[in-house]
T-cell receptor, first 113, second 114 residues
Framework: DTEVTQTPKHLVMGMTNKKSLKCEQH?????MYWYKQKAKKPPELMFV???????INESVPSRFSPECPNSSLLNLHLHALQPEDSALYLC????????????FGPGTRLTVT | GENVEQHPSTLSVQEGDSAVIKCTYS??????FPWYKQELGKRPQLIID?????GEKKDQRIAVTLNKTAKHFSLHITETQPEDSAVYFC?????????????FGTGTRLKVLA
């Protein structure tokens, strides 16, 4: 299995809702990432997990809360989001946190109303 | 902060012609340079990458060159085909003790005209 899967594909939520995005990989990768991608822009790194521990947080607001329950799963918990948080959220994984190819999931398109 | 500049932002070529996309990075500690292709509505996918100890790498119609002194690297696509039409992103990655950066360029929308 060489795919990264993400659920849901689309999510619409109000500013007072709490929701979670899920990501899964079964390639034995030990690094997993969350990116945010706005339309016609490059992906922006949000969080990096290495061996299930959060190693990088790119100054992301606390309304985004990542979680890595095990080596195959990565969650992103969302609470009290703003309309400007609407974007495509991409999960990726790689062999390690070093100079490796990142395999991206198809993304979750999030709309905050 | 560190950034990666990418040019051009759009590029149109005739089928069969070559396409060249250039990126310049600012962090001299960057040591890994991947190129991703993102088709409309799809995920980014790696097409080629190069590490800082190599000057050039080729894979069939695709090649990447790296000039560490000038801090720039380029993607070359020869014999372009309509299915090469997509957005291409370069990236520069820096890994060290306690450091990790993976910065994408601004993207190039390539259109291959049949």
């Amino acid at each position: 299995d060489t795919e990264v899967t993400q659920t849901p594909k689309h999510l619409v939520m109000g500013m007072t809702n709490k929701k979670s995005l899920k990501c899964e990989q079964h390639m034995g990768h030990r690094a997993m990432y969350w990116y945010k991608q706005k339309a016609k822009k490059p992906p922006e790194l949000m969080f990096v997990y290495s061996y299930e521990k959060l190693s990088i947080n790119e100054s992301v607001p606390s309304r985004f809360s990542p979680e890595c329950p095990n080596s195959s799963l990565l969650n992103l918990h969302l609470h009290a989001l703003q309309p400007e948080d609407s974007a495509l959220y991409l999960c990726a994984s790689s062999q390690g946190r070093g100079s490796y190819e990142q395999y991206f999931g198809p993304g979750t398109r999030l709309t905050v109303t | 902060g560190e950034n990666v500049e990418q040019h051009p932002s759009t590029l149109s070529v005739q089928e069969g012609d070559s396409a060249v996309i250039k990126c310049t990075y600012s962090d001299s500690a960057s040591n890994y340079f991947p190129w991703y292709k993102q088709e409309l509505g799809k995920r980014p996918q790696l097409i080629i990458d190069i590490r800082s100890n190599v000057g050039e790498k080729k894979d069939q119609r695709i090649a990447v060159t790296l000039n560490k002194t000038a801090k720039h690297f380029s993607l070359h696509i020869t014999e372009t085909q309509p299915e090469d039409s997509a957005v291409y992103f370069c990236a520069a990655s820096t890994t060290g003790s306690g450091t990790y950066k993976y910065i994408f360029g601004t993207g190039t929308r390539l259109k291959v005209l049949a």
